[in-house]
């Protein structure tokens, strides 16, 4: 297998060839580091390469192989999203605001080094993780690498882009209201919401006011299901990710849906076309496929996400050491989120249950639904630049409006490429399971990718 070729492995395979001998943690972290070297300067997927440390986890990672250790992830590269904690380094959350170099991991980046992972890098973000495209006035923008003049989303675009391009195997990505799904589908790549609380946010517990949760930006379903198992925090039979993707699942009964859960948007022809694609091929493969929408409530959506949204912004604001350096439209956010006090916002946790229960009734019937991803292809680099608060709120809305609602309600949702558009840009469908069920999610996204296989695709810049 030639360099690039074990590039685009995907962290399931490396894993397999660095317990089998095939190839030692440094080569492979090295063929990584060259290729970061030579194309990350059109990308800025990165906004820190921690060059010298991985090295040394590397040949720390070799010598535990050699001595015959076995973790899932031992000698993979990793890299993580720059609002997760990594110790020594800063965490930026895209902005000039933050504060000095963390004393200590967060406990997600503590469970993959566990597992035995390489941290690479920190990846680039948009400020306090805003949006679903990755620009910053402090970091600048990172591009898609299908096409260097569209955004790879966000705001895990920067590891979505990495991983896209073969500058990581799998990367950490976090998702509040779509921040993992929405670079995954513009990427081409296979991205998991997990469950609420599934994997660790500590030491930023309840994110966004339950919205926010962190998951895997990979190649392929095993790889995802190898990153669940690594950082899952609800005890199961060990394994039981990576066990799921490899079985077939028994037949569901699938709902397909194409309405919008928010506002009136303008979905794509190939976006809508995907879902009925999919369709055809779910009832190929055995399982009763039924159309079906959930029962939304777009007044209570916008009465219960936007609120937390919103607040969750001010108070990420309000713990950055230099608030007074944030972007003129960021301190707008945070100002809007402020006026939201602690008491409203108990009120609109207490009202949540009811409104998951009116969404999720449609569960009671069938075991999946199956939406579009992204309602259109992503943006041009540069589109909302000195654009106000409500003109980026209401365009980006336009953009992902299938996403935000799975993170109210909290259940895993999954990305699953399928196509490329008009403009030969990757598109997805998302899955979504019922809650806490990320192992029929793993198991039908599997079987999705064994008969429409995703993984070898590369983009231009790669």
Same mark, same amino acid.
Request: hydrophobic share 40%; with cysteine.
């Given at each position: 297998?030639?360099?690039?070729?074990?590039?685009?492995?995907?962290?399931?395979?490396?894993?397999?060839?660095?317990?089998?001998?095939?190839?030692?943690?440094?080569?492979?972290?090295?063929?990584?580091?060259?290729?970061?070297?030579?194309?990350?300067?059109?990308?800025?997927?990165?906004?820190?390469?921690?060059?010298?440390?991985?090295?040394?986890?590397?040949?720390?990672?070799?010598?535990?192989?050699?001595?015959?250790?076995?973790?899932?992830?031992?000698?993979?590269?990793?890299?993580?999203?720059?609002?997760?904690?990594?110790?020594?380094?800063?965490?930026?959350?895209?902005?000039?605001?933050?504060?000095? *170099?963390? =004393?200590?991991?967060?406990?997600?980046?503590?469970?993959?080094?566990?597992?035995?992972?390489?941290?690479?890098?920190?990846?680039?973000?948009?400020?306090?993780?805003?949006?679903?495209?990755?620009?910053?006035?402090?970091?600048?923008?990172?591009?898609?690498?299908? *096409?260097?003049?569209?955004?790879?989303?966000?705001?895990?675009?920067?590891?979505?882009?990495?991983?896209?391009?073969?500058?990581?195997?799998?990367?950490?990505?976090?998702?509040?209201?779509?921040? /993992?799904?929405?670079?995954?589908?513009?990427?081409?790549?296979?991205?998991?919401?997990?469950?609420?609380?599934?994997?660790?946010?500590?030491?930023?517990?309840?994110?966004?006011?339950?919205?926010?949760?962190?998951?895997?930006?990979?190649? =392929?379903?095993?790889?995802?299901?190898?990153?669940?198992?690594?950082?899952?925090?609800?005890?199961?039979?060990?394994?039981?990710?990576?066990?799921?993707?490899?079985?077939?699942?028994?037949?569901?009964? /699938?709902?397909?849906?194409?309405?919008?859960?928010?506002?009136?948007?303008?979905?794509?022809?190939?976006?809508?076309?995907?879902?009925?694609?999919?369709?055809?091929?779910?009832?190929?493969?055995?399982?009763?496929?039924?159309?079906?929408?959930?029962?939304?409530?777009?007044?209570?959506?916008?009465?219960?996400?936007?609120?937390?949204?919103?607040?969750?912004?001010?108070?990420?604001?309000?713990?950055?050491?230099?608030?007074?350096?944030?972007?003129?439209?960021?301190?707008?956010?945070?100002?809007?989120?402020?006026?939201?006090?602690?008491?409203?916002?108990?009120?609109?946790?207490?009202?949540?249950?009811?409104?998951?229960?009116?969404?999720?009734?449609?569960?009671?019937?069938?075991?999946?639904?199956?939406?579009?991803?992204?309602?259109?292809?992503?943006?041009?680099?540069?589109?909302?630049?000195?654009?106000?608060?409500?003109?980026?709120?209401?365009?980006?809305?336009?953009?992902?409006?299938?996403?935000? /609602?799975?993170?109210?309600?909290?259940?895993?949702?999954?990305?699953?490429?399928?196509?490329?558009?008009?403009?030969?840009?990757?598109?997805?469908?998302?899955?979504?399971?019922?809650?806490?069920?990320?192992?029929?999610?793993?198991?039908?996204?599997?079987? /999705?990718?064994?008969?429409?296989?995703?993984?070898?695709?590369?983009?231009?810049? =790669?």
């Amino acid at each position: 297998m030639d360099t690039s070729d074990l590039a685009f492995a995907g962290a399931a395979t490396q894993a397999r060839m660095l317990a089998d001998g095939e190839v030692t943690a440094p080569e492979l972290l090295e063929i990584y580091l060259d290729r970061i070297a030579r194309l990350d300067s059109q990308l800025r997927c990165y906004r820190v390469v921690l060059t010298d440390k991985a090295r040394d986890e590397a040949y720390a990672a070799q010598d535990r192989l050699d001595a015959g250790e076995r973790l899932p992830l031992l000698g993979v590269p990793i890299a993580i999203k720059d609002d997760v904690d990594v110790a020594g380094e800063v965490t930026t959350y895209g902005s000039s605001g933050h504060g000095p *170099n963390v =004393s200590s991991d967060a406990e997600v980046v503590r469970r993959l080094r566990a597992a035995g992972a390489v941290i690479i890098g920190k990846t680039n973000v948009p400020e306090l993780m805003m949006y679903p495209f990755t620009e910053s006035l402090t970091f600048g923008a990172t591009r898609n690498p299908w *096409n260097l003049k569209r955004t790879p989303g966000g705001s895990s675009g920067g590891s979505a882009a990495a991983v896209a391009a073969g500058l990581a195997p799998l990367a950490l990505g976090s998702d509040g209201g779509g921040s /993992i799904r929405c670079p995954s589908s513009w990427c081409g790549l296979f991205g998991l919401k997990p469950q609420r609380d599934r994997v660790p946010l500590e030491p930023h517990d309840d994110a966004w006011y339950g919205l926010s949760v962190n998951g895997p930006i990979a190649r =392929s379903v095993m790889d995802a299901a190898l990153f669940l198992d690594a950082t899952s925090t609800v005890p199961g039979p060990e394994g039981e990710f990576v066990a799921s993707a490899t079985r077939v699942p028994g037949k569901l009964r /699938i709902a397909l849906s194409t309405k919008v859960p928010t506002v009136p948007t303008r979905v794509g022809k190939k976006q809508l076309a995907a879902v009925e694609e999919v369709g055809a091929l779910l009832r190929e493969l055995g399982h009763d496929v039924v159309i079906r929408d959930p029962e939304y409530s777009l007044a209570g959506l916008y009465a219960n996400f936007l609120p937390r949204y919103l607040r969750g912004i001010s108070d990420d604001a309000d713990a950055l050491a230099h608030p007074e350096r944030l972007e003129g439209r960021t301190r707008n956010m945070a100002r809007a989120g402020s006026f939201f006090s602690d008491r409203r916002m108990e009120a609109i946790r207490a009202a949540e249950p009811a409104l998951t229960a009116r969404i999720l009734s449609i569960f009671d019937d069938v075991d999946v639904v199956v939406t579009p991803g992204n309602a259109t292809g992503p943006s041009s680099v540069g589109a909302y630049q000195r654009r106000g608060v409500v003109w980026t709120l209401l365009a980006e809305a336009q953009r992902v409006p299938y996403f935000p /609602i799975w993170n109210l309600t909290g259940q895993p949702a999954a990305a699953v490429p399928w196509d490329l558009d008009g403009d030969g840009l990757p598109l997805a469908v998302q899955l979504v399971g019922r809650p806490f069920d990320e192992a029929t999610l793993l198991s039908l996204s599997a079987q /999705i990718e064994a008969a429409r296989p995703w993984a070898h695709r590369r983009p231009p810049v =790669s």
